[in-house]
């Protein structure tokens, strides 16, 4: 792809170990502002361990991490959140009881400045706030097509929109870079089919840089622009879909797991 721009999100010579494993070893990558980013490798491979360090779940032994320029290194989740870095989870981070609404208003927390009781003595600016949180909400559920659920409880919401609604909940944080873990995992062909048409739906509307973790190779294919395949915890290969596919790495990785 070509150089359009400073990379938003710069991943460099990142090693991770737990004790004897080498998770990460020496991985570098970086992500362009816009560019969906797909990052494959068979089980074990390290796939998780990157969303980890990017997120500040995990602190790794050598490398740097930067979002457009500030380093994310040494960050809590919660602070890393805040300046940008949205994830979704592969078994959703919805509250069950709460409804796609409230689920999706929870994820505003961080960009809220009124608490509870500064909202009970600044009643007029706590209500502005909360109408300009809830049009954002609200157009969420619109890009994503779920206002028919909108009142549902998030834990009675049949298994595909759920996966929608939890988009929708890492969207309302308003992100710069979204990391998707496995979007599409136990999803039939036509809830596959539907998610990435809403990933591209997303991608034209918002115009944000995503990750996205996948086994399911025919998406990653088919939304990636660039792909970066790993295997035991080593980066094999870095480049558009077809080159990667048709890496002899690749393929050897691929072949050596399933034998
Ligand atoms: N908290 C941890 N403690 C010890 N080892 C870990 C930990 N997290 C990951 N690992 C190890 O690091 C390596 C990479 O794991 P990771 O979960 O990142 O792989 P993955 O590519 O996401 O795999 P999968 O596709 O199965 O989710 C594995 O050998 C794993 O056992």
Not at 54 to 74: A, E, F, M
Request: a negative charge; one cysteine or more; aromatic letters at 6%.
């Amino acid at each position: 792809m070509e150089r359009v721009s400073e990379p938003l999100l710069e991943f460099t010579d990142v090693t991770l170990r737990f004790g004897g494993v080498t998770a990460l070893d020496d991985v570098s990558f970086d992500v362009e502002p816009g560019e969906l980013f797909a990052i494959i490798g068979p089980n074990g491979a390290g796939k998780t361990s990157i969303f980890n360090c990017l997120n500040g779940v995990y602190r790794p032994q050598r490398g740097t991490i930067t979002l457009d320029g500030t380093s994310l290194l040494g960050r809590p989740p919660a602070a890393i959140a805040g300046l940008g870095v949205a994830r979704t989870f592969q078994n959703l981070g919805l509250f069950a009881h709460l409804t796609l609404i409230e689920n999706l208003m929870l994820g505003r927390h961080h960009l809220m400045h009124t608490g509870f009781f500064s909202g009970m003595f600044w009643w007029g600016r706590a209500k502005r706030e909360e109408i300009t949180h809830r049009a954002a909400v609200e157009e969420i559920v619109e890009l994503l097509e779920l206002e028919p659920y909108r009142r549902m409880p998030a834990g009675m919401l049949p298994y595909g929109v759920a996966k929608r609604a939890e988009l929708g909940r890492a969207l309302a944080m308003e992100p710069r870079l979204l990391l998707l873990d496995e979007p599409v995992a136990g999803m039939n062909l036509e809830e596959t089919e539907d998610t990435a048409r809403y990933l591209l739906e997303v991608r034209r509307e918002l115009g944000l840089a995503m990750i996205l973790v996948e086994h399911d190779m025919s998406l990653v294919m088919d939304l990636a622009d660039r792909v970066l395949a790993l295997d035991f915890g080593v980066a094999i290969a870095t480049g558009k879909p077809s080159e990667v596919q048709d890496d002899p790495q690749v393929i050897e990785a691929y072949l050596g797991g399933a034998a």
